[in-house]
């Protein structure tokens, strides 16, 4: 599992994910690091499993090094690859939200 990113957090709101929330200035609100335009529809799987860990793991690779996969197992060789160059970075981040 990779360590939390204090202050960082994921909003999820009426089932659906809105935001990527980073520390705010000098300790005030959090401010999204990430917004979507219109929140996203998200699968109940990963609903049920983000509010039963209540968190979110995110990973970050630098563009070009994952690329765009068609399939799950092709994504995860891609992250796996990327993990194994190191050019894969991961935090859990708390859900905000509900």
Do not use: C, F
Not at 59 to 75: K, N
């Amino acid at each position: 599992m990779p360590p939390v990113l204090h202050g960082w957090s994921v909003l999820l709101a009426m089932g659906r994910l809105h935001a990527v929330l980073q520390p705010g200035p000098n300790g005030g609100q959090p401010v999204a690091w990430w917004q979507a335009h219109q929140p996203l529809q998200v699968t109940e799987g990963w609903r049920t499993a983000a509010n039963k860990h209540q968190q979110v793991l995110m990973y970050a690779a630098p563009t070009g090094s994952i690329g765009r996969q068609p399939r799950e197992d092709l994504l995860r060789e891609a992250l796996d690859k990327a993990a194994a160059d190191g050019r894969l970075v991961a935090a859990a981040l708390p859900l905000a939200g509900t």
